[in-house]
């Protein structure tokens, strides 16, 4: 996210793109320091985040902060499911334990929206989940969720299950 100084210069980012990086920041932060998510650990982490970055309380971080919590609550109450989906696209590659944290979480937060939200367009979700990949882990990160992303859309495509 940019900062507030660098926001009145810069197009401000859509409301889904800041709420996909503020899941993935959040569910980062849990899985470094060894805590469960919690709605009450989030409402921190995001005041945190948002004096940090001097977010003002309007509009479009109101809605960032609700589509945040949306998807990490998905990604925590699906995580079985969704690690299911994933480890054996990453073994295959480069073993699950091994995977950096970022782009495991990344890779978790695009999950929980394409399999639990109805109004996810698949291709959208892989390039956002690309996109955060590299802005947060680096260009090998982001070519690595892209390669696993694929291999899921891939299988999709195969069980007739593309939206």
């Known amino acids: 996210m940019a900062s507030g100084a660098d926001r009145s210069e810069a197009v401000r980012p859509h409301t889904k793109r800041m709420g996909r990086e503020v899941a993935m920041q959040y569910l980062y932060s849990c899985e ?12 921190t982490f995001f005041e945190v985040l948002s004096a940090e970055y001097q977010l003002r309380d309007d509009r479009l971080v109101r809605k960032t902060r609700e ?52 109004d996810a367009p698949m291709l959208v979700c892989i390039d956002e989940a690309v996109e955060i990949a590299r802005d947060f882990s680096g260009v090998d990160g982001g070519r690595f ?19």
Do not use: Q
């Not at 969720?145 to 939206?163: C, T």
């Open 145 to 163: 969720v892209n390669g696993v992303l694929n291999s899921v859309k891939n299988d999709l495509v195969a069980a007739g299950k593309w939206r």
């Open 32 to 43: 470094t320091r060894g805590e469960l998510p919690t709605a009450a650990t989030f409402d």
């Open 67 to 118: 589509f945040a919590t949306r998807l990490y609550e998905l990604a925590v109450l699906h995580r079985e499911e969704i690690d299911s989906v994933l480890r054996p696209k990453c073994d295959e590659s480069w073993g699950w334990e091994r995977i950096d944290i970022v782009d495991r979480n990344v890779l978790r937060v695009c999950l929980a929206e394409l399999f639990y939200m109805e």
